[in-house]
């Protein structure tokens, strides 16, 4: 059983930056952030598919977030500019064991079968 453990949550004010980071206990092959605002259904935010590294973003965080990561070390990160109220949200990693063989699976919360606990992320105005 794979675990996920995310790191690097906080407080920051609109227009600043912040990392997550995720360490995964066993080997993936994609791993994922959603978030989770209160209120609101959990979102997908950024993927990362080790073979060939492609990376997905939702429309609302391309530009400003950067996922990446070491596949050797199963850490994946999630380095986040140009911060606005509207992130503030619970972020949760995601992994997932099998590859994607239909691109919008890598959208999709319950094609991910390991979860981490979830850390906040508080952008202030």
């Known amino acids: 059983q794979v675990q996920l453990v995310e790191s690097g949550g906080g407080s920051v004010q609109a227009g600043g930056s912040l990392r997550l980071s995720c360490a995964a206990s066993?080997?993936?092959?994609?791993m994922a952030w959603f978030r989770q605002a209160p209120g609101k259904g959990r979102e997908f935010v950024a993927a990362?598919?080790?073979?060939?590294?492609?990376?997905y973003y939702a429309e609302s965080v391309k530009g400003r977030f950067t996922i990446s990561g070491d596949n050797a070390k199963n850490t994946v990160l999630l380095q986040m500019n140009s911060l606005k109220p509207e992130d503030t949200a619970v972020y949760f990693c995601?992994?997932?064991?099998?590859?994607?063989?239909?691109?919008?699976?890598?959208?999709?919360?319950?094609?991910?079968?390991?979860w981490g606990q979830g850390t906040q992320l508080t952008v202030s105005s």
């Open positions: 066993g080997r993936t092959n994609v």
């Open positions: 990362i598919r080790w073979t060939g590294t492609a990376t």
């Open positions: 995601a992994g997932r064991l099998s590859p994607v063989y239909d691109e919008v699976d890598y959208y999709n919360s319950g094609r991910y079968s390991h």
